[in-house]
């Protein structure tokens, strides 16, 4: 217990007290089927990217959390790393998405971003920093990791856990189902994702209060 | 001289009475039990132990057994479906072969809000109970090991997997030994566990919602809130209105990962019922149509069925038990040297009115159950009723009250007075409980029972601390049961006395004898009265012994002025309004002057003051620790200390084996060791601890009744020089 007591890290709350409506979240969340909530968010380069500008490919969004244990079973193990790299093989656009608010634990800056980046050997097309939660509300993101594709045509094609093992254990990923891949495969040969919706795993996305 | 009571005890009884009175009463203390918890595995966030109900376990037979999270402030670990986030806590055993172990039996969950989402999980002190199976093979004599592996996510702002490995090495007997205290936690834990709601319930689609109907719920609740176990059913942050009526619904917000793989599901209803929070498991049959809208058949990574609470079978066992304690308590306090005196007079007006009058000698024994009674229940409200004020008393509380110490004595020594032939109290002036006189009336036979209750009060038998202890966790109702058993055995002697003729024939024929006996009685009662007013110099310093003599000296003076007033009205009352004026003085100066804590703290010599954190790091620095809660009022821990804790045998142990001598002194009120006694169930003292020397290792529980070799066996325990002695059966 000891070593993985250390490996503390911050999953998520917003400011104690805050009190709008916890529904809210929930149903003006994405949908599968229906196109994929539009945003604008500016990235570790300094860029503002919107969501338009990749019409015509596929794009994953993984919300992210460099300490959240769940979050480091898939990058200590680089499946989460061969994923992207297989994914931009495949000429998917892949875009880590921070959602921590400056001040809590999980917010990182740019040149943090980047580090890590290399640190960890990850590969994303880019990495979106959204310190006012406003992707990740549009999205309704509730867990790291959170994973989504949207297809070419701007729809939404999956919502959900990067695989079915939901548990922080490394021991689990051997044989573990990625539903990313399978979605993925299921879009490239035109056939319908078979399971577009699981309940993602994870610790919990933090929120910046609505402002 | 500490404890003339004590003295006085030993003279007449001796320990080997009092360990003959346990044997006789068929509840012998086993050896020195182990405590039925394993280690704790300790982080800033949470501790864990595995609880046991049993300190030894029988073949073929089924117990409970609980893991048990103490959580920090702020800081949750998840139910079997975690919300939004998280990981429920999970146990992987490795058992002896042929035994099995049963699931988790979820307690209710909360919902914790980590705003905008929601998480289903436990704060505070969280028992997760299942059942062990011994398979009937296991053999008398050998180890019962109980290996847990659990894993548990605890998350406040951060969250961190943790693991722990617990053991718990249970010796097979013939016959399982209880672990009273363990099993009255994890009972009430499954007694808090969701109940199987009487009625099902059904999930079908409205308008693109779930509406779940309640057909059978209670009129009246409001708070509801459904928590599935499927995690792919609802969204788990959103409202749940609630519409109550003939036809109650409960509105529910489809998942976005929305999927259901047979027509049922289920989970656990949370409501408040008039202000009482219920929790239920609940049934739905949902409508297949629901199905069709589901996602395609995924592998369910979570059990779908509802886990019906395991029946609280031994909570019978466990509170005939406490009951069986209570009742050989309240016999054994009939011996205790500050209440013989006072029954024996009482026995030896029944002998006088026997020969006149048997069915004044029966009313007599019955008005004398009726006081014993009415004050236990006047004693056991009190306690409750500033028990769920949150106010850390416990028994024994009302001598920590130097002034009502004080007013003791003062009861005492009038006794002892009386008892001479100083004074004479007549009818008309009851409050001594003039039974002890031997005209004896009405009036006073039932005071005599109050007295002897208020007298008996500084001498809790042996037996009293865990029947005590265990009520004091019980629903008031039960709690009362408890004290009405320790009610009923005290005043079972003389009941009975007075009801059986034979007996009565059995006493000599009054005469003389009775006369001398009468006045020998009065030194018990004396040194009594010698012991609470050390009592209140331990509270209160030389201020509380100036007090409590000037509160004697002033009731002799009231009683002498009542007797050399008497004739004339105007005499009558010149006295009795001068002895008023005299004990209201009295009064008052006690009160003024016996305040608690004005003693210093160094009596104890070179023994050490007890605090949890003395204890965790002297643990840490790897040596035994003994820890005495005590408190000069309770006769049974002075008792011990004379007959074993000061024994030179125990000392040269002690000093060898490096053993750390902590002491916890409850004489006055202290909260915190009010709570150290919670922890281990008990309400009183006396309470002996021995820690083993590892840090954060769970103390050993010695029994009340403490011997010398007891005593050193379990400081080589503690020391970890001897190996467990308990595994033989």
Known sequence: MQSLTRQTFIAGLALAGLAFPAAGLAQGAAKVGAPAPAFQAVDVEGKTRNLSEFAGKTVILEWTNHDCPYVRKHYNSATMQNLQKDMAKEGVVWLSVISSPQGEQGHVDAAKAKELTVQRNAAPAGILLDPNSK????????????????????????????????????????????????????????????????????????????? | MI????????????????????????????????????????????????????????????????????????????????????????????????????DIQWPAPKAIRVEPLVNFGFEGTVLLPLEITVPADAKPGENFALKAEATWLVCEKICIPEEGSFTLDLPVAAASTIDQAAEARIDAAIAALPKPAPFRGKLRDDAGKLVLDLPGLPAGVADLRFFPISDTLIEHAADQPFVAGDKPVLTLTRSSAFKLEKPEISGVLTFTEAGAPRA????????????????????????????????????????WAALAFAFAGGL???????????????????????????????????????????????????????????????????????????????????????????????????????????????????????????????????????????????????????????ALGFALPVVALSFAPGLLRLLPKPGRWMLVLKQAFAFPMFATAIWLIWVASVQSGPQGVLAALVAVLAAGFAVWLVGVTRGSFARRAFGSVLAALVVLGAGWFTVQNAIPGAATEARAGDIEAWSPERVAALQAQGKPVFVNFTAAWCITCIANERVALSRQ???????????????????????????????????????????????????????????????????????GRTTKTAALP
């Not at chain 2, 990574?301 to 029946?311: A, L, S």
């Not at chain 2, 009386?418 to 009405?442: K, M, P, Q, Y």
Request: hydrophobic share 50%.
């Open chain 1, 135 to 211: 992707v990740a509300r549009a999205y309704g993101a509730q867990t790291t990791p959170h994973m989504y594709i949207i297809d070419p045509k701007g729809t939404l094609a999956y919502m959900g856990a990067i695989d079915d093992k939901p548990t922080s254990s490394a021991a689990s990923l051997e044989g573990a189902k990625s539903y990313v891949r399978q979605a993925v495969a299921e879009l490239k040969a035109g056939k319908p994702v078979s399971e577009a919706s699981t309940k993602a795993y994870g610790c919990v996305v933090k929120y910046a209060p609505l402002s």
């Open chain 2, 3 to 102: 404890g003339d009571c004590d003295g006085i005890m030993r003279l007449h009884f001796g320990k080997r009475f009092l360990r003959g009175a346990v044997l006789a009463f068929g509840l012998a203390i086993p050896g020195f039990a182990l405590a039925a918890e394993s280690a704790a595995v300790t982080s800033p966030r949470v501790t864990a132990t595995l609880l046991s109900s049993r300190d030894a376990v029988a073949p073929g037979e089924r117990f409970k057994v609980a893991l048990v999270q103490k959580l920090a402030p702020h800081w949750h670990t998840y139910w079997l479906n975690p919300g939004d986030s998280g990981e429920p806590t999970q146990i992987k055993w490795d058992l002896p072969a042929g035994a099995t172990a049963g």
């Open chain 2, 280 to 319: 239920l498991t609940l049934l739905a049959d949902a409508d297949p149509a629901l199905m069709a809208a589901g996602a395609t058949a995924a592998p369910e990574t979570r059990p779908t069925v509802i886990r019906i609470p395991m029946p609280a079978e031994g909570a019978d066992l466990t509170l």
């Open chain 2, 332 to 486: 054994i306090l009939n011996l205790m040297p500050c209440v013989l005196p006072v029954l024996f007079i009482k026995a030896l007006g029944f002998a006088q009115l026997a020969h006149r009058n048997r069915s004044e000698v029966r009313e007599q024994g019955l008005l004398f159950l009726g006081g014993v009674l009415i004050t236990f229940m006047v004693l056991a409200g009190a306690v409750i009723a500033l028990g769920s004020l949150g106010s850390s008393v416990g028994w024994g509380f009302q001598l920590q009250s130097p002034p009502l110490v004080i007013g003791l004595a003062v009861v005492m020594i009038l006794i002892g007075l009386n008892l001479l032939g100083a004074f004479e109290i007549g009818t008309s002036v009851t409050g001594l409980g003039d039974g002890l006189a031997s005209r004896g009336g009405r009036l006073g036979a039932f005071m005599t029972g109050v007295l002897a209750v208020v007298v008996a009060t500084p001498c809790t038998a042996p037996f009293m601390g865990a029947a005590m202890g265990y009520a004091v966790t019980q629903p008031p109702a039960v709690a009362l049961s408890v004290f009405m058993a320790l």
């Open chain 2, 649 to 719: 045998e125990v000392k040269d142990a002690f000093a060898k084996l490096g053993v750390v001598y902590l002491k916890a002194d409850w004489t006055n009120r202290d909260s915190r060791i009010a709570k150290a006694l919670a922890e281990q169930g008990r309400a009183g003292v006396p309470l002996y601890l021995f820690y083993p020397a590892r840090r954060e290792a769970q103390a050993e529980i010695l029994p009340q009744l403490l011997t010398v070799d007891g005593l050193i066996a379990a400081a080589e325990r503690a020391a």
